[in-house]
C-alpha cells in the first residue's frame, strides 16, 4: 500500500467531498484509491495500491484546492494533461496592494483577461488566493503560464495576447504537419 497525503484550504474541502460525498466517491473509484479527509484541519490521505495512481489523485486534489472545479480537475486524469501553479508572491513579495494590483492584471476587467489567455491557450485558469492554477495540455499550460508570467512582470495585454495568438498557430500547424 501507497500513501500519498496533502494539505487544502477548509474552505474547499467541501468541494472536495461534494454533495453526498459524491466527489469523493468518484475519485475514489475512477483511481481506484481510499480518501481519507480531515475537514477539520485540511489533510487528505491519499491510499492506493499503485504509487502513481496516488500521487495522480494527490494532482487532482491539489488542483481543486487551488480553486478548481472537480470537472475541470478531473481533465488531470487524461496523461497528456497538466497541472501548473504560478506563486504570485514572488513577484510581490509581501505587499499586499501589489498582490492585489497583479492579480487584477491577469483577471481583467470583468475577467476578460483571464479568458482571452484561456481561450488563446485552450486551458483552464483559476486564480486563488496567492496562485494562479493551469490546467491543460502540457506544451498549452506551459504557454499559459508564459503569458501570466508576462503580465506578471508588466508587460502591457497586447503583446501578450499577440505572442499567444502566434504560438497557438504554431501549434495548429505543427499538428496538422505531424
Given amino acids: 500500500m501507497y500513501t500519498q497525503e496533502i494539505k487544502i484550504p477548509k474552505e474547499r474541502v467541501g468541494v472536495l467531498i461534494g454533495v453526498d460525498g459524491k466527489i469523493k466517491k468518484k475519485i475514489e473509484k475512477k483511481a481506484n484509491v481510499k480518501l481519507d479527509i480531515n475537514s477539520e484541519q485540511g489533510d487528505v490521505t491519499i491510499t492506493s495500491e499503485d504509487n502513481l495512481m ?3 489523485v494527490k494532482i487532482i486534489i491539489q488542483a481543486i484546492g487551488r480553486g ?4 475541470e480537475a478531473f481533465q488531470l486524469f487524461n496523461e497528456q494533461n497538466v497541472f501548473e501553479l504560478v506563486d504570485i508572491t514572488s513577484y510581490t513579495g509581501k505587499s499586499k496592494k501589489k498582490m492585489e494590483r497583479l492579480k487584477g492584471r ?13 481561450d488563446l491557450s ?12 493551469i490546467i491543460g495540455e502540457a506544451e498549452r499550460a506551459s504557454l499559459a503560464r508564459r503569458a501570466i508570467e508576462m503580465l506578471l512582470d ?7 495576447y499577440k505572442m499567444l495568438e502566434i504560438k497557438k498557430k504554431e501549434l495548429y500547424r505543427r499538428q496538422f504537419e505531424s
Fill in 68 to 71: 478548481f472545479t472537480p470537472q
Fill in 54 to 56: 496516488a500521487y495522480e
Fill in 106 to 118: 491577469v483577471i481583467g476587467e470583468s475577467g476578460k483577461s483571464r479568458k482571452t489567455i484561456e
Fill in 122 to 133: 485552450e486551458t483552464s485558469i483559476v486564480i486563488f488566493g496567492k496562485t494562479i492554477g
Fill in 154 to 160: 508588466g508587460a502591457p495585454h497586447a503583446p501578450v
